[in-house]
């Protein structure tokens, strides 16, 4: 028991080490692409965004830590001969396993629980939360001449300096108030303004672009509740990517599905069962790898890591699913067929390398 706590130790130390240097890696990464996906916002709205990206990146980014971690960890005992003398004290090979487990075990249940209920929600939001900073920001920007708020889309050549509402030589596509169908047109002055609910737009000199909109007018009023361009996103919010697990279950119980869109529902569940499950595999992988590896440098390990994970999420994210798609194979076994082969090829590892 002794020997099994110093090892998970050694491992725990080593994953808040891997987080930490992932965390320093990716953060600024995740801050400059948020300011570049909520245009320009404030830096309050950018930091309230960050948090709801990092829900999403957790399932990916602490399997690879834990990974990285247990190659360390094991590539160390390798190297300072104490899993020779662990073997020597009559413990089995397989022992060496255990400590890996007691980590891998509570991170794999947390990762499905984020991932099953927590992360699809947070998805959500993420996108709301994007469009709601938008519209703020489109209300009040100074200086802006191209907006993208949901189904809304404006862009003007220049904006008058003295009147920030008015703009010149603009297109704009946006849902009519009356059916939600969208419609294109160019003004060469627009001017807009705002309440709560509603954008007002005035236009001179316009011409549509869309086949079923009204004929060219030298005038155009226009009203667009923000309403109509949310209701356009809500329809999204069925997409399965946007579902609890236990919310697609409901909706298979349900009558009416194609078998398209069942096969993708229940893609959706196992894929996420399966990559809830990537600490097993990459244990698995980890162990016989770092051992193998003790004789090189750490720069060699930690690069077998990474490849394992690159390779691993490249195939989780797109065979699987090109699998389920074209009906090579049922879904829930598509979604389960990355960690089939990984665990496979660490289960080979393991025995050459722990069992030789």
């Known amino acids: 028991m002794t020997l099994q706590l110093y090892v998970l130790r050694q491992l ?16 600024p990464t995740i ?27 957790v ?11 247990v190659v360390s ?18 413990f089995a090979p397989g022992w060496l396993l255990v400590p890996g487990l007691f980590l891998a075990v509570p991170l794999a249940v947390g990762t499905d629980w984020l991932l099953t209920r927590v992360s699809p929600e947070s998805k959500y939001q993420r996108r709301d939360f ?3 900073a938008k519209e703020e920001f489109f209300r009040t920007s100074r200086g802006k001449t191209e907006f993208d708020v949901g189904s809304f889309y404006f862009k003007a050549d220049r904006r008058d300096p003295k009147r920030d509402n008015v703009f010149y030589e603009v297109i704009m596509n946006a849902p009519r108030e009356e059916d939600g169908e ?8 627009a001017i807009f303004d705002f309440d709560d609910a509603t954008i007002h737009a005035r236009f001179q000199n316009v011409q549509f672009l869309t086949s079923n909109a009204n004929p060219n007018a030298e005038e155009l009023t226009y009203t667009i509740p923000f309403d109509t361009i949310q209701k356009r996103d809500e329809k999204d919010r069925k997409k399965p990517k946007y579902m609890s697990n236990s919310e697609i279950r409901t909706l298979l119980r349900s009558e009416g599905l194609a ?20 600490y097993l595999v990459f244990l698995i992988l980890g162990v016989p790898t770092g051992i193998f590896l003790r004789s090189g440098t750490q720069l060699g390990a930690f690069s077998g890591a990474i490849g394992y994970a690159f390779l691993y999420y490249v195939l989780a994210l797109r065979l699987g699913k090109e699998l389920a798609a ?3 194979m049922p879904a829930g076994l598509a979604a389960w067929a990355t960690d089939a082969l990984f665990l496979l090829v660490g289960l080979v590892l393991c025995v050459r390398v722990l069992w030789k």
């Open 130 to 132: 994007v469009r709601q």
């Open 259 to 278: 078998t398209e869109e069942r096969e993708e529902f229940v893609y959706y569940i196992h894929q996420r069962h399966a990559l809830a499950a990537t």
């Open 12 to 27: 725990l130390v080593s994953l808040g080490f891997a987080l930490g240097g992932i965390g320093m890696l990716v953060l």
């Open 73 to 90: 960890t094991y590539g160390r005992l390798a190297a300072d001969n104490e899993l020779t003398a662990i073997r020597m004290a009559g």
């Open 182 to 189: 969208d419609r294109m047109l160019i003004a060469d002055v």
């Open 326 to 328: 074209f009906g090579s």
């Open 59 to 69: 399932p990916y980014l602490l399997p690879m830590a834990f990974l990285l971690a």
């Open 31 to 57: 801050a400059i692409q948020a300011i570049h996906k909520l245009g320009g916002v404030s830096l309050r709205a950018v930091a309230d965004y960050m948090p709801l990206v990092l829900i999403e990146l």
